[in-house]
């Protein structure tokens, strides 16, 4: 059996330097890149998700974000456009890049390379990866990230949080 192969990259010239199976990533928590994108839809809604409790990182938690690691040979706009594909089932739309910024905690250390989508057809879950999901207004978003019970994935959090407090969501993304 093949191991995924993913990019390592230097949080120095957030270039590829190198390729690591996912699971040593992981382990040893080193440095490579991932995607997310923010699904909006053209009533100015966000898709909102909560995570299956088999994930490797930040299982059962909710994100706004659909993404994942950039895999060995690709860009992080490839990466972006399967990782939609695969989470939410969503094919054939545009990408607009909004962000790209390190991360680094505990679980996890990685160059965010964010995007947005704007669609209006039907979101298909990935049962391995996705337990559940909706879309909700700007405001409904806020009420979740305040919500105790139901935790949020910190590197997603703080890439919305991010976009909020720079006024982005009222600069060019739907309230």
Not at 81 to 95: P, Q, T, Y
């Amino acid at each position: 059996m093949s191991r995924e192969q993913v990019s390592l990259y230097d949080p120095l010239t957030d270039q590829v330097c190198g390729v690591a199976p996912r699971d040593e990533v992981r382990a040893r928590n080193l440095p490579h890149a991932g995607t997310a994108v923010l699904l909006t839809d053209s009533a100015g809604r966000v898709y909102v998700h909560r995570r299956t409790d088999t994930k490797d990182v930040y299982p059962g938690r909710w994100d706004c974000w659909a993404g994942g690691v950039v895999a060995a040979g690709e860009t992080p706009a490839d990466a972006a456009v399967r990782e939609l594909a695969e989470e939410l089932g969503v094919r054939d739309v545009s990408l607009e890049p909004l962000s790209q910024q390190w991360y680094r905690d505990e679980h996890v250390h990685y160059l965010a390379v964010t995007f947005r989508a704007v669609y209006d057809g039907p979101v298909t879950l990935q049962a391995d990866e996705v337990a559940e999901g909706t879309w909700m207004t700007w405001d409904e978003l806020r009420v979740l990230l305040d919500d105790p019970h139901r935790p949020f994935v910190p590197d997603g959090r703080l890439a919305i949080e991010q976009l909020m407090s720079q006024g982005l969501v009222n600069a060019g993304l739907p309230r």
